[in-house]
């Protein structure tokens, strides 16, 4: 069965520095790997996917996701935090369900982003 | 990205009273919907899948005959609550997949409070 984990709950960042939100999968097969953002009361807003080819994946807001297959990890990276960035952060992995028959979003517990001003 | 919009972002109900959320695609052909459930500081709970004129996969523990969904077209979804309780109340959230999409989208979410 398909795992994801987010080993820290929380993430404090000083506005300026880079950041880094962790996520290591657990997949059988190549793994689909997302990063989504959730602010306050609101959905899921998708910030960027790896589906194959170059390791490093470029998304929105400036954000950018590393895949290293060897330490089955999906690290969230950022070269300079802004305090807007502060949110929920949950990665996933995609996975097929023979049960329902379609793929299904298996997501980490989330990590909190505190970007201190 | 496509767009997929949840209605209403809130509400509350009575103790015993039904209560349906929609969730629509908007610019695309949505094959598979999912609903999930999210409690205060944790992640997504996948309550269901429902592909598009089937009849929905609910996942294990969650009473299909209380959560009524229903994916009647390519681009609405709709899950009922039905005789809420307080206990139902909770943050729902749709997304919507298409055919030719590898992500999925989601949508604003609807925050339920049953009194």
């Known amino acids: 069965a398909q795992s994801v984990a987010q080993p820290e709950d929380q993430v404090n960042v000083a506005e300026g520095n880079p950041l880094t939100v962790k996520c290591t999968y657990s997949?059988?097969?190549?793994?689909?790997l997302f990063w989504y953002v959730q602010y306050p009361n609101r959905g899921l807003q998708f910030l960027l996917k790896y589906i194959t080819g170059d390791n490093l994946v470029k998304g929105s807001y400036g954000f950018e996701a590393e895949f290293n297959k060897s330490q089955t990890s999906f690290h969230l990276k950022k070269p300079s935090a802004l305090v807007s960035d502060s949110a929920l952060y949950f990665c996933a992995v995609r996975a097929f369900f023979s049960g329902a028959g379609s793929y299904q979003l298996t997501f980490g517990k989330g990590t909190k982003l505190s970007v201190i001003p | 990205g496509a767009v997929v919009s949840q209605h209403p972002s809130w509400v509350i109900c009575k103790s015993g009273t039904s209560v349906k959320i929609e969730c629509r695609s908007l610019d695309f052909q949505a094959t598979t919907m999912f609903w999930y459930r999210q409690f205060p500081k944790q992640s997504l709970m996948l309550m269901a899948t429902s592909n598009e004129g089937s009849k929905a996969t609910y996942e294990q523990g969650v009473e299909k005959d209380k959560f009524l969904i229903n994916h009647a077209s390519l681009t609405l979804s709709t899950l009922t609550v039905t005789s809420a309780h307080p206990e139902d109340s909770s943050f729902y959230i749709c997304?919507?997949?298409?055919?030719?999409?590898?992500?999925?989208?989601f949508g604003q979410g609807t925050r339920l409070t049953v009194v």
């Open positions: 997304s919507a997949q298409g055919a030719s999409n590898t992500e999925a989208f």
């Open positions: 997949v059988s097969g190549n793994p689909y």
